[in-house]
């Protein structure tokens, strides 16, 4: 009978204690030279009632045994329920059982809005990269002739290859960034050198659109990770070029923050306080059509993993400022 021996494992304890008292108990009466008659009628006395007992005992750990075992199918279909405890410490196991499934079911839920997450944001990846992909096939099919259509058709070639590479770029620093291990390396920095990084890419986008940029450095060192914070003022750089007809954008400091200002179209008000929300685009994003409300989350993000904080100052109409304070 399986329940008897783990039964008695259970209380292999008290039984040995048990026996050591007897043991002790007739050796004291031997050396007192008592008689032993008493000693063996009041053992076996105690023998029946402790087997009795035990019996009685061993068969309700059976039960609970068995109602454990069916409980242990009933989790499989959710409707598992703990038996009565027994005692304090049967008490504490069971409400470490039910902290234990509630921190599991939390990490599922967060593995499950991870995954809807991760797949929601490459449909629609999916859906602004096939834009201009389109346009590049229909510019490499179209016969030029002279010189400077030749041009223009190149130009608008490199213009949507540049958007490609905008977003691929971004489908990897999401990724990298809902990976669970990060690569942030903190060093110090010139944050001329970074910020000027991300002007060479965007100079092109500059040129093409006639906007105009004043920046003049910044003299400033940071403790940050270069790669990222680049990833960052490139998204700042951005938006602020995306959102301006034209006009100008300024770089500069101002008491020790970064400060990215465009004279575009401006943020509403109501727009302002979620505009770092994941897949929020405002109005601004509904009329462009092609925003997908996770480049300034993720600058949000990455600069809060730094240690950074980001503000938001923008008027409707009349341009919108950036502020990274580190």
């Not at 008689?35 to 068969?59: H, K, N, Q, R, T």
């Not at 096939?137 to 223009?152: D, K, P, R, T």
């Amino acid at each position: 009978m399986w329940w008897i021996k783990a039964y008695t494992g259970r209380h292999r304890l008290g039984l040995v204690l048990y026996l050591v008292y007897v043991v002790i108990f007739a050796l004291v009466m031997y050396l007192y030279h008592l008689p032993m008659e008493a000693m063996e009628y009041a053992a076996g006395l105690c023998s029946i009632i402790g087997i009795a007992v035990c019996l009685v005992d061993s068969l309700r750990y059976r039960r609970k045994l068995e109602e454990l075992g069916w409980q242990m199918e009933a989790i499989k279909h959710g409707v598992e329920r703990f038996p009565k405890p027994a005692d304090k410490q049967e008490q504490i196991y069971q409400e470490l059982l039910q902290v234990s499934r509630r921190e599991c079911q939390r990490k599922v839920a967060n593995l499950l809005k991870e995954k809807k997450d991760v797949t929601d944001y490459f449909t629609l990846w999916t859906h602004q990269i096939k834009t201009p992909m389109a346009a590049m096939g229909l510019l490499l099919q179209q016969e030029v002739s002279g010189e400077e259509a030749h041009y223009n058709q190149k130009r608008q070639v490199k213009n949507e290859l540049f958007r490609i590479e905008q977003y691929v770029d971004m489908v990897l620093q999401y990724l990298r960034l809902m990976d669970s291990i990060n690569d942030f390396v903190l060093r110090e920095y010139d944050l001329d050198s970074i910020v000027r990084q991300a002007l060479r890419k965007y100079a092109p986008m500059f040129i093409r659109k006639n906007l105009t940029l004043s920046y003049e450095g910044v003299e400033m060192k940071v403790a940050t990770d270069e790669k990222w914070m680049v990833f960052v003022v490139e998204q700042l750089l951005s938006n602020a070029i995306k959102y301006t007809p034209s006009g100008e954008i300024q770089i500069y400091m101002e008491n020790g923050c970064l400060v990215v200002e465009d004279s575009g179209i401006g943020i509403l008000p109501e727009d302002l306080p979620r505009i770092f929300d994941k897949g929020y685009t405002g109005y601004n994003g509904r009329s462009d059509k092609k925003a997908s409300g996770i480049g300034l989350y993720l600058v949000k993000e990455i600069l809060g993993r730094l240690g950074h904080k980001i503000y938001a100052d923008s008027e409707s109409g009349r341009g919108t400022r950036m502020k990274v304070l580190f």
